[in-house]
């Protein structure tokens, strides 16, 4: 592949969504000369599907009793035991501000009567301290503040443009991209982005499941670009699955509306098609326990039901009546009107969903990678903040934290008097699955909510038997490639971890076993490319 353009910038950012848009503003503001890449339009990220909120403790504006401490705890109590303790205390630190740095661009949240912003509670949480807005739709209203703010400041975006590949310098270090002008109905043109910094912020893999909340764009490319640029990943085996999306029929697959958690926060509950409760005795929040342990409970309760009706369940929001739900959950009252249910009147069938991805490529707290010049953040990144179960509405405030502090720290790289040329840009052969379909539906039977040595050795094996080993053609192919190897690489860490933890539940090894289990796992790419664990990194949080 002969690139047939060429630009250059001091930071080249992958990736639309809160992360990628907040360190090119801080970046810009910094002096610096960025430009963002994005395969799809600027606004078709995953940030625009989020609509719980932004989980922080605002000074002045938090609920009695709540504290940074407290948001801390419920995030450790989460992760299961894999949170990084640095990691949760400085991030979480850094959420007030990085809301009010958003507010400043131009985002509006909710109110409450007394005029302080609105809370909301989601699973996982001792206190509403979750900011929102429109209702739930907060994650719009934070990519439309931001793609505005963008635009305000001329900050060039390649849109329909992939990145296909981090370029190395002969030192190792990221020297730029090569891109893929990838429009639909426009012959793909290679190019070369040429930059000091780049800046993974692409998002997760939900697009490896059969159903996902996230949107078509969500295929792993960041994780994979990563990996072939030779950076370590952790606690990539930790794919959170969302308890309730909108369950529209017998064997639907693709990108499914979430129906958020913020309503078991506002009193919905979950109940059978007996109209049996489900989390009541199973955890001391019930509803409102953390999400793994959630859909978990609604996996198992599934699986019991009699033919037909195993499924899904029922999330019964009726009590809020019908002005409330639809001031306060417009965007899910029209998805359920959309498929002919009333969400006021009648339960709402919802199932679990691949939703995201708690590893990711290992970051350190100022989202840099094992690779110098090549930085991670926002869902693509593994900062130590989730541990091996994220909680509910932490996700916006790791993106807008660690955005800025990324950004802070490639314009701190002193800068090269001799940019690196970067190494030859052909591409590499990569192993592509042939039939996603069917890469899908091995993830989803095998390496789901429920995993044994059996099942996820069937999903290597048929995913091995797969694979043919081509220069990617397109955009297509890469997205393909990026999910060979996202599924590769999860199936990898998820054979390894030989116990039951957060998001990662083995049926053949139930139960928690820390005296072996409470580190993370790190893999890198062999010579060959093949995905290995290449150590262990012990957790740091207190329990
Ligand atoms: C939700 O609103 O339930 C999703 C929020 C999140 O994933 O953090």
Redesign the pocket.
Known sequence: MTPEWEASADLVVVGSGVAGLTAALRAREAGLRVVVVTKSAISDGNTRW????IAVVLPGGHESGDSAQRHAADTIAAGGGLCESAAVTSILAGGPAAVARLRRRGAVFDAAADGALALGR??GHSAFRVVHAGG?ATGAEVERALADSVRRAAIPVLEQHLAAQVLLAGSGAAAGLLVLAAGTGVPDRPGVVRAQSVLLATGGLGQLYQVTSNPAVATADGLALALRAGAAVADVEFVQF?P?VLYTGPGVSGTAP?????LRGAGAVLVDAAGDRLMAGVHPLADLAPRDVVAAAITRRMAAAPSGVGDHVFLDATHLGPAEFGRRFPGVRAACQAVGIDPARQPIPVAPAA??HCGGVVTDLRGRTSVPGLFAAGEVARTGLHGAN?L?????VEGLVMGERAAAATGARPPDRHPPEPGPSSGPLLPVATDLGALRRLMSRHAAIGRDRAGLAAAQAGIARSVTQRLPAGRADYEAAALTLAARVVLTAAAARTESRGCHVRTDFVGRDDAEWRRSLVLRLDESGVPEVAGAVLATAAR
């Open positions: 989020a609509q719980g909120g989601e699973g739930d969302h309730t979430l129906v958020t958690e913020a939703h995201y994220r509910a509405s932490n996700s916006l």
